[in-house]
């Protein structure tokens, strides 16, 4: 599994900035894209699509994929048999079996050679062929040998790789074995603490090897900033620092991620969103509800998706049946 992770920490949106953000939305059986007012700026026509990113989206019409820009405007035509946004000014296309990268003026930057690729982290990319995996620089150069079982994204110049007996190891940019035995505990690398558990308990512990939160919890989620939620000798959870501060008292039902200081609680059976300092902060009334991202959120009432701003006023009406795409996201 891979995890493509941007953080944000926009806390509000402008008038300006706003007519930069995009959502993908589902109607029917077609894919469009809508503003923060609610407004369609792209109508939904498409058989699949994905969000924005760099500037332009994948979007697949007549079972061919192609790239359109902000305006709706094709800038790659219809020509692949799938695709996958554009990260680092490249993105891989499929065509008939083989997969290959293209840059922003469809050029084929890397021959369709590969079974499997994926989006370039930090200049290399990992491919698959033949049932070996290594990784490539944007020139379409091997710069670590395809040997491994599995490989993944490149961060601070380190990769987790898997080797053919079930090894999980990691690689430096040149291929060499680095040695950092911390890795191996860490959820996700770009956190600068790591999980760790003792009795099947969970506790926290920085890179070094300082003990933050003793291993004693049922659960503890990802932390955002200071904060997290957490769960101990309770059905329920509560919101606690990374020294272990309890700022909510076990009583939520359900959580979701905190984001842009927000984060998904669940109580008598509704989400809404609980302030990391403020404490409720829009009240629980939805069926569903997902992360803040760009000042806005994905929302679920009566059955339908829309989307809510940091005030929990609804900015996009209640009218679609599938969230597509739980973001805005930035076109620029």
């Known amino acids: 599994m891979r995890y493509f992770l941007l953080v944000f920490s ?31 700026i792209i109508e939904a026509k ?56 293209i840059d922003k003026n469809n050029q084929i930057i890397i021959p369709f050679e590969y079974d499997d690729t994926f989006a370039f982290s930090e200049g290399l990319t990992s491919v698959r062929k033949d049932g ?18 599995e490989t993944f994204d490149f961060y601070n110049g380190i990769a987790p790789v898997e080797d053919h007996a079930g090894r999980i190891l990691f690689v430096d940019k040149s291929g060499d074995l680095v040695d950092q035995p911390f890795l191996r505990q860490l959820i996700l690398l770009r956190d600068k603490y790591i999980f760790f558990f003792r009795d099947e308990k969970i506790g926290v512990k920085t890179e070094r090897g300082k003990i933050l939160l003793e291993p004693k919890y049922d659960a503890i989620q990802r932390f955002r900033g200071n904060h997290t939620f957490f769960k101990l000798d309770s059905e329920k959870f509560g919101l606690i620092t990374k020294r272990g501060k309890i700022v909510q008292k076990p009583r939520f039902e359900d959580v979701g991620a905190i984001s842009e200081k927000l984060g998904a609680v669940m109580i008598d059976g509704k989400w809404g969103y609980l302030h990391i300092k403020k ?11 997902l992360p803040f991202k760009n000042g806005y959120a994905a929302v679920k009432l009566n059955g339908k998706w829309g989307f809510i701003n940091r005030k929990g006023e609804v900015i996009v009406p209640f009218r679609y049946e599938e969230n597509a795409d739980p973001y805005f996201e930035k076109t620029k």
Request: aromatic share 14%.
């Open 132 to 149: 070996n995996a290594g990784f490539l620089d944007k020139s379409g150069r091997i710069v670590i040998a395809l040997n491994y079982a």
């Open 46 to 101: 498409y058989q699949n699509a994905l969000s924005f990113h760099e500037g332009l989206a994948p979007v697949q019409l007549n079972d061919k994929w192609g790239y359109i820009n902000p305006s709706g405007n094709v800038v790659i035509d219809f020509l692949y048999d799938d695709a996958i946004w554009f990260w680092e000014g490249l993105a891989a296309v499929r065509s008939g079996d083989k997969w290959g990268y």
């Open 10 to 40: 926009l806390l509000t949106v402008s008038t300006l900035e706003a007519q930069n953000l995009l959502a993908l939305i589902k109607s029917g059986n077609h894919y469009g894209f809508v503003a923060p007012d609610g407004s369609t």
């Open 279 to 289: 404490g409720i902060f829009i009240a629980p009334r939805f069926e569903e509800a």
